[in-house]
């Protein structure tokens, strides 16, 4: 990123505050949750018994800083082995969908997430670091579903503690 383009996130942060919220659930558990840009959705999970069944819950905003953190927060944290992706995805940033670029392609040499159709999904975590990522988890796409319902079948179906 440029110059203009840190400035414009720092300027943006400060207008337009984002918390980073993330609740973490049941330690046994080997499922994460993402319910992308769904505040709602993480809302609700966060208040039923879903959170007991799983590891945590969070969202993610960015294609390149939110998923940088997110690796690198399921490779220190080995009994992570299933994401739930979920909920609507960032309009714009797309961090679902370069998420899943990530997970099924990887970076090209200038860490350009391939396949990313989003605006800036460059990343600063390692081709090590990815590897790890692919080889530990598995991603279960189901970006755009907002019913809770559903979402508790999969939880339910995904669950292993």
Do not use: W
């Not at 350009?112 to 081709?127: F, H, V, W, Y």
């Amino acid at each position: 990123m440029n110059l203009i383009e840190n400035l414009a996130g720092e300027i943006c942060k400060i207008i337009l505050p984002i918390n980073e919220e993330v609740f973490f659930g049941n330690p046994k558990s080997s499922l994460a949750i993402c319910t992308l840009s769904s505040m709602n959705m993480l809302k609700e999970i966060v208040n039923s018994n879903m959170l007991s069944k799983v590891a945590l819950v969070g969202r993610l905003f960015s294609e390149n800083k939110g998923i940088d953190s997110l690796v690198r927060y399921v490779i220190s944290n080995k009994n992570l082995e299933t994401i739930l992706l979920c909920g609507k995805d960032t309009p714009g940033h797309r961090s679902g969908h370069s998420l899943l670029n990530l997970y099924k392609n990887g970076v090209d040499s200038q860490g350009r997430i391939i396949g990313s159709s989003s605006p800036d999904p460059i990343l600063t975590i390692t081709e090590s670091e990815i590897l790890e990522f692919q080889n530990q988890v598995k991603l279960i796409d189901e970006i755009d579903e907002t019913s809770i319902s559903k979402i508790k079948l999969s939880i339910n179906a995904a669950v292993k503690i």
